[in-house]
């Protein structure tokens, strides 16, 4: 995305909107901001009490690992790892989950659940992922669909009826990059929706143009 990294470069805000069935995963992860055209017409936005609401401590520290495994070396400013976190939840602030700085929180999750470890470098807060953390649970015939069920709900939480599947599998293999449809028994990823439709997680539908959507229940 040229565009979008010359604008960053020169320190502009950029605010990506598309519609769900057209929004590629580069894209999103491009823009410092970005929002579905749906949620964005219907008027599903939520308040910033709202959404912040539905994130826990917990929740919060699973983002934060999750970052941190995608980083190199397994280490981050806390400054770049706050601005990760508001482009992926971008009405996220501290205060909701009871602190009055970003710094007092991290200390926090440090303490409470031992995944990832600070260290001050002049004017600078380091976060470095746990070995212990560093490995990523893989997808099994198991835990799949409890996997698939969090992500689902998210996007329902976020104000979202329906999503395309290429950015469900995206999102699934952010969490989880080795993934593959034959890790779990399974041939294509429509398959998959098959079989989470059977367990009442969705509902699969087509568009004008024969393409498929996945409408979450």
């Known amino acids: 995305m040229p565009l979008v990294g010359k604008l960053k470069s020169m320190g502009k805000f950029v605010l990506g909107i598309s519609r769900s069935e057209a929004a590629s995963n580069v894209f999103m992860s491009a823009c410092s901001e970005f929002q579905f055209l749906e949620s964005v017409a219907s008027g599903k936005e939520r308040s910033v009490s709202e959404v912040s609401d539905a994130l826990t401590l917990s929740d919060v520290n699973d983002l934060i690992v999750t970052i941190l495994r995608e980083s190199e070396g397994g280490e981050m400013l806390a400054s770049e790892v706050k601005s990760v976190l508001l482009r992926l939840r971008p009405n996220f602030s501290e205060k909701s989950v009871g602190f009055s700085t970003f710094g007092k929180m991290l200390a926090k999750l440090a303490e409470q ?28 015939r ?28 995206s999102a699934v293999q ?35 143009g024969g393409n498929m959507l996945v409408h979450i229940l």
Do not use: H
């Open 142 to 169: 198991d835990n799949y669909v409890g996997v698939f069920a969090r992500i689902l709900s998210a996007y329902k939480e976020d104000g979202f009826d329906r999503v395309n599947p290429s950015i469900l599998k």
């Open 174 to 208: 952010a969490l989880y990059p080795d993934f593959t449809e034959r890790q779990i028994g399974l041939r294509r990823f429509s398959d998959v929706l098959r079989t989470l439709e059977r367990e009442g997680l969705l509902r699969l539908k087509t568009d004008e």
């Open 113 to 140: 659940f031992g995944s990832f470890e600070m260290e001050s470098e002049e004017y600078n807060l380091i976060l470095r992922l746990n070995q212990a953390y560093a490995a990523v649970e893989q997808l099994t």
